[in-house]
């Protein structure tokens, strides 16, 4: 799954990354499908991001999190990523 990820941000966003450790899992059921959505901590080895494979992307304070519409297993990430933020300074 790593490889996959490191993978992916570079094809989506040009910019090589190496996953240090997964974070958190969240599983959530959708009335045709269901889906688990990981969280990994990574570092940024070469790049900056942009806009390949989307429209659109904003850096934003994890505290702002909450106002921004997001599906329901993301918005059951956003405490984590907060609690993250504080224990990290």
Known sequence: MEA?????ILEELG????VNEH????DHEYDEKSISL???????LVGEPQT????????V???DLDL????????RIIPFIK?????MG
């Open 4 to 8: 996959c990820l490191e993978r992916e």
């Open 23 to 26: 974070l958190l899992q969240v």
């Open 38 to 44: 990981h969280l990994f901590h990574c570092s940024r």
């Open 52 to 59: 390949i494979g989307c429209d659109a992307m904003e850096w």
């Open 61 to 63: 304070n994890p505290q």
């Open 68 to 75: 921004y519409e997001l599906p329901p297993p993301d918005i």
């Open 15 to 18: 910019v090589r990354v190496k």
């Open 83 to 87: 609690s993250l933020t504080e224990t």
